[in-house]
């Protein structure tokens, strides 16, 4: 069994928090997360809101909401019922006690919006993510785990079969069923399309005129598909880190879909033996360790990349909003020294800590302040990342 370390933050948060959200994207074990967390107790109403019976109980809501002010209310797949924030932040305004409710969402951008503005300083967010290396790194190796990515099923599925058709199988459901419930009304084909195009850029810059005409859509559509996706936590869109340098920056951000085992999918890519001869190896490593980085930071890291028109440029950096704390590249290689480009980029970000993370084993000084690490060690450790 694994117990994901998610279970005693969102413990914690509920006895500080009279609103705790836990999202992240389908079928990555909310609902299961949850169960386990209120197992046991008496003082417990789960709803599942996609289910006709509970989202019935809810026709009159303050009432019902009302009846059970004593109990903690777990609300799954709240994305179904919108028009419950209002309620919810009237009922939270007249008693504040944490522990109170628990919603639970696949959350599209609108929700994030809509609970935000109805429960602004009552509602924490905790996102749950597919399995970080961390969390299974006593069951499977690490190359499995980044070739099947963390999505439960796919990664604990019995065979290779097994995981690349569960990850067909959610593929076709987001483009056909899931998107569209959450706005965004397009052909699942036309959807395909661009989240294929989206995984042979991977960890390319963003480039809305690009790819709006490859498909035959406006660079406002398709940045829209983008805010959906990333709404849905499947994409990460990177942002460049600047600093007041006088260097000319690239300004777009870097695109990742945010799960290594969907990219391969979507590549069509059906063995870790044939990733390794593909030409999205290298990118695939840098999206795997930038996700599985930003995925056990703390609440106070932010993430950016850095790069100049000049060629300075550093796959990761972690900041505080104001300077840089550490930086990471990541280098597919055997010999995984970085370029020149590496080190005039840390000394413009004015020589963090820095780690050069490659797919073998052992670790060694490179230079004053920076380490090269094998990728396994380095996400097990995270050695003195903020």
């Known amino acids: 069994m694994i117990v994901r370390h998610a279970q005693s933050v969102v413990a914690d948060l509920l006895g500080r928090f009279p609103v705790v959200a836990l999202v992240g994207p389908r079928q990555v074990g909310k609902t299961t997360l949850a169960r386990a967390l209120v197992a046991g107790r008496p003082d417990v109403v789960y709803l599942d809101l996609e289910r006709p019976s509970d989202a019935a109980r809810l026709a009159d809501p303050e009432l019902y909401l009302t009846r059970v002010a004593d109990r903690l209310v777990v609300l799954d797949e709240v994305q179904a019922a919108p028009d419950l924030f209002p309620v919810l932040r009237a009922l939270v305004d007249l008693d504040r006690r ?53 999505f439960p099923d796919a990664l604990l599925a019995p065979d290779e079969a097994g995981s690349t058709l569960w990850r067909e199988a959610f593929l076709r459901s987001l483009v056909e069923r899931d998107l569209p419930l959450m706005g965004l009304e397009s052909p699942p084909l036309l959807l395909h399309r661009f989240l ?20 035959g859509l406006s660079g406002r559509v398709v940045a829209r598909y983008r805010d959906y996706l990333e709404g849905a936590f499947l994409v990460r869109c990177l942002p460049p880190f600047h600093v007041n340098g006088g260097k000319r920056l690239v300004k777009a951000a870097k695109v990742y879909h945010r799960d ?29 360790v930038v996700e599985q980085v930003c995925s056990t930071l703390n609440r106070a890291g932010q993430v950016a990349f850095y790069r100049t028109h000049g060629g300075a440029e550093v796959d990761l950096v972690i900041h505080d909003g104001v300077r840089a704390r550490a930086v990471i590249e990541v280098k597919y290689a055997s010999d995984p020294r970085p370029t020149r480009g590496f080190h005039e980029a840390r000394a413009d970000l004015g020589d963090p800590p820095a780690w050069v993370v490659h797919p073998g084993e052992g670790r060694w000084p490179l230079a004053k302040g920076v380490e090269v690490m094998g990728v396994a060690e380095f996400l097990a450790t995270r050695p003195d990342l903020p």
């Open 98 to 150: 944490p522990g109170r409710y628990l919603l639970l969402g696949s959350a599209a951008p609108a929700l994030l919006q809509r609970s935000a503005e109805s429960l602004a300083g009552r509602i924490i967010y905790h996102e749950l993510t597919p399995f970080t290396w961390p969390e299974v790194a006593h069951r499977l190796d690490q190359e499995s785990h980044w070739f099947r990515g963390g």
């Open 196 to 215: 294929t195009m989206l995984a042979h850029r991977q960890g390319a810059l963003w480039n809305a005129s690009d790819l709006g005409a490859s498909l």
């Open 260 to 288: 290594s085992g969907l990219l391969h999918s979507l590549l069509q890519i059906a063995s870790a033996d044939a990733l390794h001869g593909h030409p999205i190896l290298g990118a695939s490593f840098e999206g795997y």
